[in-house]
């Protein structure tokens, strides 16, 4: 399984490969929502592990447009954030409300700091 | 009609006159002799007597000096005998208007008569012209004092303190306003304190010099001076003051005092309040970056027992550096909250402005580098060996240059190539100039005015909004400035300004 990591901090993005390599799969990384859409389309990764406040598109914009793409809506995401759950929920009811399009919540939710079993146990669930 | 009284002992001439005056339109009355015309005189008081000279009883010179004791205004007309020159001179001494010889002829009568009249015409419109005169006198001057009083009770009801002063320093005029500054009774000061008793120090000097005209100076521009009131108390206060001129001639001076102690008080209690509101700010803005933190070193243990268990040594270098950049990352969170809580004297010693630049620009430049980032050098050769505090500096611009490049990576345009500019310059009076430009993102007008005064941050979960707080704190501290320029979408440069001590 290939699974893509978005995050702008390079700690993130070390800690969570070697976890996901640990549990036998293969991670890329990208460290805007830019990089990432254009990763996504080039590797098809099978899972997105995507962090909320990001330089150059952010994790609500780009959540929202893989949501809402048909090619990728079926790719699972893991938000893995700084950021409650709760607050990102209501941005993204916000967009809603302003008029766009519905999207539906996210495969699951971590905060961080995250413990490396919990994330493999996520990603486990999330893939299965 | 005018009233004349004829003053006459020979019954035969009174009769005659009073009907022929009367004819020509005279009030007539006559009296005998001197005793009974002062009578009639005294109750109608006449215009024109006509006074014989030579009367049995009074004699007419006596009557003359009487009438002009009671009325001077008076035109007595003497009759006199024929060529009695030196009684008609002795009478035109005591005031008489004019005189005729006996026997009274109807021509001279009427010639005298007629200048009698004209005089009192005349010495009725100068009356009125005095009269009037005095009015306009007496108008002006309510209206000259009502305006002194209006600005009287200006200067009184004044809340600033106004003292003026003679050409002397004599004190003249002293205010409410500056009893309360000042705290001595008016009655204590107004022409008893001379400004030498009043006046601080330094401004006591230049009012001095300035009403000796030793310095040429007559205006004193705001600023603030502190007061030592008559009780102790330190009172500060905003100050100006002139030197007043008369045609070039010193003739005194003013002072104005604003009491800056409510104000000050003010002030604090809003720098309490904000305080209080960018604690709470500030606190959920730690959470989050420490929660970055925090995943860093979690991060950084689980990579490096993973590398430890596979015996894997990359894995172990880029653990221990993960763990490593963290406890960095809290060390300097640390520094910032320490430094912006307490007060810290700059440490001058030797260093060179330049090389810290230049060592700060090697710092980022591998997090420049990895986000296409160039880093422009333009430092000012001329600038030497200096006293400075050198680790203010490195603060300063650390903060500032990873402020830029998070500016130029939080930029979401497409077709810029990123730069960040670091300039130094020397200035004259002994301040070093250094410019961090970027051409990132830019701030719009709502960001320029919260950049400095809370906890404020762009970066999201990324930053503290201490940087620039702090970054202000040591500049301040150092006796320096900081000013920003920056367009929305287009780049940002701030501009630092830092005495220095000796140059080699």
Known sequence: MKVLIVDDDADVRVFVSTVVEENNHTSIVAKNGEEALAKIKEEKPDLVILDVLMPKRSGIKLYRELKTDDSYKKIPIIMLSGIAKRTFLRSQEALTEFGEEGVPEPEAYLEKPVEPEELAETIKETMA | MLKLLLIDDEEGIRKILAISLGKDGYLVSTAKDGKNGLEVFNREKHSIVLLDIKMPGMDGIEVLKHIKEIHPATEVIIITGHGDMDTAINALKHDASDFINKPIKDEALAIALKRAKERLSIRKKLKEYTEDLEHMVKIATEEVKRRAEFQNKLITISNDGIIATDGWGNIITYNQGAE?????????????????????????????????????????????????????????????????????????????????????????????????????????????????????????????????????????????????????????????????????????????????????????????????????????????????????????????????????????????????????????????????????????????????????????????????????????????????????????????????RGME
């Open chain 2, 180 to 500: 309360i500054i000042f705290g001595h009774r008016r009655n204590k000061v107004i022409r008893k304190m001379n400004i030498a008793d009043l006046y601080p120090e330094p401004i006591k000097e230049e009012f001095i010099q300035g009403l000796h005209q030793e310095i040429a100076i007559d205006h004193f521009l705001w600023r603030e001076i502190s007061i030592v009131s008559k009780d102790g108390e330190s009172v500060p206060t905003r100050f100006s003051g002139s030197i007043l001129f008369e045609k070039n001639e010193v003739i005194g001076s003013v002072g104005f005092f604003r009491d800056l102690r409510e104000v000050k008080r003010l002030q604090q209690e809003l720098i309490k309040s904000e305080r209080l509101a960018a604690t709470g700010q500030t606190v959920a803005g730690l959470a989050h970056y420490i929660k970055n933190i925090l995943i860093g070193l979690r991060g950084g243990i689980y990579v490096t027992n993973i590398a430890l268990a596979k015996n894997n040594t990359e894995k172990l270098k880029s653990g221990w550096s993960m763990i490593e950049r963290n406890v960095n990352r809290i060390t300097d969170l640390v520094l910032d909250l320490l430094s912006y809580s307490k007060e810290r004297k700059p440490e001058f010693e030797d260093c060179y402005p330049n090389e810290i630049a230049e060592e700060v620009c090697a710092l980022l430049e591998p997090k420049a580098k990895e986000n296409h980032i160039n880093i422009i050098r333009d430092f000012d050769d001329s600038i030497g060996k200096v006293s400075m505090d050198s680790q203010a500096i490195h603060r300063i611009l650390l903060n500032l240059v990873s402020n830029a490049i998070d500016a130029c990576i939080f930029d979401s345009s497409d077709k810029k190539i990123w730069a960040v500019q670091i300039n130094t310059a020397r200035e004259h009076n002994h301040m070093i100039r250094m410019d961090v430009s970027d051409n990132g993102f830019g701030m719009d007008e709502g960001v320029k005015k919260k950049l400095f005064t809370s906890f404020f941050s762009t970066k999201g979960g990324k930053g503290t909004g201490l940087g620039l707080l702090v970054t202000q704190k040591i500049i301040k501290e150092n006796g320096g400035t900081i000013s920003v320029d920056s367009t929305d979408g287009v780049g940002s440069t701030f501009t630092i300004r830092l005495p220095y």
